[in-house]
């Protein structure tokens, strides 16, 4: 089973919300990523966790706060986002970190109003 | 110069016809290389792998690496409609976590 799940699907919200995307993997992977992918564009490394702890950080404005509760977890919490950083919020997991084959979830679809 | 570069497009070809995508970059320490196939408003889904050199078949799908020649490519034989998708190849460097994308090619299979 190849699969990330990532929640929600959508999510609209205001500058002033705090909001938080979720995913998942069941495959036993130790290093998971988010990304931020705008349209027409590929999707753009936010952050990585090997081992649950994070591994890089992309220079990404601390309005963007990720966790890494455990091994089959990543979360990314979001406070006072502006409307430029509406976009799709893609997670994705590797077997290890360095190791290439990373398999994407379907992204949760963020709109800031 | 992108280290990556691959033709937005779109490319629209007719139902049946065997299309060639098709990526190049610059930096020579690329040993890992990939196609996902994006549908709107999906995520990238991985659609063939490639390690070093040569090619890797598929089912319809072939990817071919040329080293020598910093290029590769990724060939569907009996497109259908439901091939209608962006493909993005991707690249890394060995030990290197960080994937390199290509802007992506959008195909229209036309029925």
């Known amino acids: 089973d190849t699969e990330v799940t990532q929640t929600p699907k959508h999510l609209v919200m205001g500058m002033t919300n705090k909001k938080s995307l979720k995913c998942e993997q069941h495959m036993g992977h130790r290093a998971m990523y988010w990304y931020k992918q705008k349209a027409k564009k590929p999707p753009e490394l936010m952050f990585v966790?090997?081992?649950?702890?994070?591994?890089i950080n992309e220079s990404v404005p601390s309005r963007f706060s990720p966790e890494c509760p455990n091994s089959s977890l990543l979360n990314l919490h979001l406070h006072a986002l502006q409307p430029e950083d509406s976009a799709l919020y893609l997670c994705?997991?590797?077997?290890?970190?360095?190791?290439?084959?990373?398999?994407f979830g379907p992204g949760t679809r963020l709109t800031v109003l | 110069q992108k280290e990556v570069e691959q033709d937005p497009g779109p490319l629209s070809v007719p139902e049946g016809a065997i299309v060639s995508l098709n990526c190049t970059y610059s930096?020579?320490?690329?040993?890992?290389f990939m196609w996902y196939r994006q549908y709107s408003r999906k995520g990238p889904e991985l659609l063939m792998y490639t390690y070093s050199s040569g090619n890797k078949e598929d089912g319809r799908f072939t990817a071919q690496v040329d080293k020598s020649s910093k290029y590769i490519s990724l060939f569907i034989r009996d497109s259908q409609p439901s091939d209608s998708a962006t493909y993005l190849c991707?690249?890394?460097?060995?030990?290197?976590?960080?994937?390199?994308w290509g802007a992506g090619t959008k195909l229209i299979i036309k029925p």
């Open positions: 991707a690249m890394s460097a060995d030990s290197n976590y960080q994937l390199i």
């Open positions: 966790y090997s081992y649950e702890k994070l591994s």
């Open positions: 994705a997991s590797s077997p290890s970190q360095g190791t290439d084959t990373q398999y």
């Open positions: 930096n020579s320490a690329f040993q890992y």
